[in-house]
């Protein structure tokens, strides 16, 4: 594991003593996360918030045209959605209610800032969902595909990110980290058993 900030590690250890108390709250899936029926599904976008592959191209091709014309709103509305940030649409066809579009940082050999930034991402999606009421949320393993993000550290900063949230918030009663792959899955699944 590549080496973070003392401090950075002190948070993480810190969060995984409060997350004992929210096991029930988190839930682990493998599989699609056009399938879940959350009260939103969380999509790991870009910046235009047009669609792409991944995640993303699934989320669109499943969810149908309602989801890319809120986005083409949004755009308009407030320019790009810059990294670390969220936004919500509806979730068109989805068995989920919303959609909240959250830009992760692409992988730059942490020179840039990435960590905060992927925990922006959670952090801004979970207060994005809080603040529509919702209470159920399902998060795929955001930046760690096409944006290269390490899988192992990525999973750390969501686990300590959405326990330190659920510690602060009554709320959210049900988070789900939906794994795609295999090896996010067994990552997520290790770190969650410690
Ligand atoms: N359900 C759940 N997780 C999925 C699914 C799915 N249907 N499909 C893929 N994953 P990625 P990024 C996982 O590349 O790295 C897009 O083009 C996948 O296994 O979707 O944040 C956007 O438009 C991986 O673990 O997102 C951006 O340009 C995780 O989702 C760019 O990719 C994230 O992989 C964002 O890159």
């Not at 795929?140 to 602060?168: C, M, R, W």
């Not at 709320?171 to 939906?178: A, D, E, H």
């Amino acid at each position: 594991m590549r080496l973070m900030c003392e401090c950075h590690s002190e948070k993480i250890r810190m969060a995984f003593f409060i997350f004992v108390r929210f096991m029930k709250k988190i839930e682990l899936i493998k599989g699609d996360i056009t399938r879940i029926k959350a009260d939103a599904i969380v999509n790991a976008a870009n910046s235009s918030l047009m669609g792409g592959g991944g995640v993303d191209g699934a989320i669109h091709r499943a969810g149908g045209a309602a989801i890319l014309e809120e986005c083409r709103e949004i755009i308009a509305r407030q320019g790009s959605c810059k990294t670390g940030e969220a936004v919500i649409t509806t979730a068109g066809n989805l068995p989920a209610k919303f959609v909240i579009h959250t830009v992760g940082p692409v992988w730059n050999n942490g020179k840039k800032n990435e960590a905060s930034l992927l925990a922006a991402c959670y952090k801004n999606s979970l207060t994005l969902a809080v603040t529509h009421n919702l209470s159920s949320i399902a998060f795929p393993n955001i930046s760690t595909g096409i944006y290269g993000y390490p899988k192992d550290e990525a999973a750390e900063i969501a686990i300590a990110t959405v326990t330190e949230f659920l510690d602060q918030n009554e709320l959210i009663t049900k988070v789900y980290f939906v794994c795609f792959d295999e090896e996010n899955y067994q990552l997520y699944k290790s770190l969650i058993k410690d």
